[in-house]
């Protein structure tokens, strides 16, 4: 895509005039949801998601985890890569959300008609917005971010482990991007080795999210401070995202096309994006409050 249209709510600064113009970006530019094939990350972790907007299909013993639905588009196809993987949809148990922006949340919808049976796990900020299908966010108003809304079954605490046939994935809640964000770390196997995966939600200041004394939400620009000294201390060896821009997921997928099973395993890109991400988010702050 162009930044303009599938970066619009991952990349760290594109302009406000890029982002009113998104809104009219050329249909040929990739929105971020176009399909992309199902693969596996490591043993018994998958990317299910599309070009940018992620999902990941953890399969246990007891049944499946589903982390993600990208938006309306993507949860089609979600569902359609669990199939085309061998496994059953409806096996799905667990379903867990990064934050509830449409390009993550909307798909959900299609995944619980699935699979009736998954519990939906969020975090109390974001789990209520995405139970009003994404009204009361406190910047992205308007139909075209409004989505079918899906009630969480579990309220999610910081640090909150949830667990499904000898998987454990804990819960960082990490605000900012939205008052709820949650950053998932869970161990996976990978090349035969035991490693620390990390789900990054995101740390995007989106432009025109107000920083300082007037902020987007009261506690924001604190919010950010807390989640950066977070993620800063989590263990990331498989770096994952929301979006896969954030750990550049084609690129990684192409290596490991090429043969590098550990593709993903990239904890020098993983404390490289948060140096990054933490600057961006310093130079905006100090743009906004001088
Ligand atoms: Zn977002």
């Known amino acids: ?58 399969v246990t013993k007891a049944g499946l985890i589903v982390i993600d639905g990208g938006d309306a588009e993507t949860g089609h196809q979600v569902v359609g890569n669990i199939r085309t993987l061998g496994f059953d949809p409806t096996q ?20 619980k008609r699935a699979a009736p049976g998954a519990k939906f796990y969020a975090s109390a900020a974001d789990g209520a917005i995405i139970a009003a299908g994404g009204r009361g966010d406190p910047f992205l108003k308007g139909e075209r971010f409004y989505y079918e809304p899906v009630k969480p079954d579990v309220t999610l605490k910081d640090r909150q482990q949830v667990s499904l046939g000898g998987w454990t994935l804990t ?15 869970f161990p996976v196997t990978v090349a035969g080795k035991v490693r620390q995966a990390l789900d990054h939600c995101s740390s995007s200041v989106l432009p025109g999210y107000r920083l300082g004394s007037t902020e987007t ?40 096309d090429a043969g590098q099973a550990d593709a993903f395993v990239d ?15 310093r130079a905006e702050l100090k743009r906004q409050s001088p």
């Open 1 to 58: 895509m162009s930044r303009t249209s599938f970066g619009i709510l991952g990349a760290v600064a594109v302009t406000a005039a890029a982002f009113a113009y998104s809104a009219l970006a050329a249909p040929s530019a990739d929105p971020g949801d176009q399909p992309y094939p199902p693969f596996k990350i490591g043993e018994g972790l998958y990317y299910i998601g599309s070009t940018d907007y992620t999902s990941y299909l953890i």
């Open 92 to 111: 799905v148990k667990v379903l867990v959300n990064t934050h509830q922006h449409f390009d993550h949340a909307a798909g959900l919808a299609e995944i």
């Open 171 to 185: 819960a960082h809640i990490t605000p900012g991007h939205t008052p709820g964000c949650t950053t998932w770390t």
């Open 217 to 256: 939400y009261p506690g924001q620009t604190a919010d950010y401070e807390r989640s950066f000294a977070t993620w800063k201390a989590l263990p990331c060896e498989v770096f994952l995202g929301s979006h896969g821009q954030f750990f550049d997921m084609k690129a990684k997928k192409a290596r490991l």
């Open 267 to 281: 904890p020098a890109g993983c404390k490289a994006f948060y140096v990054k991400a933490e600057a961006a988010f």
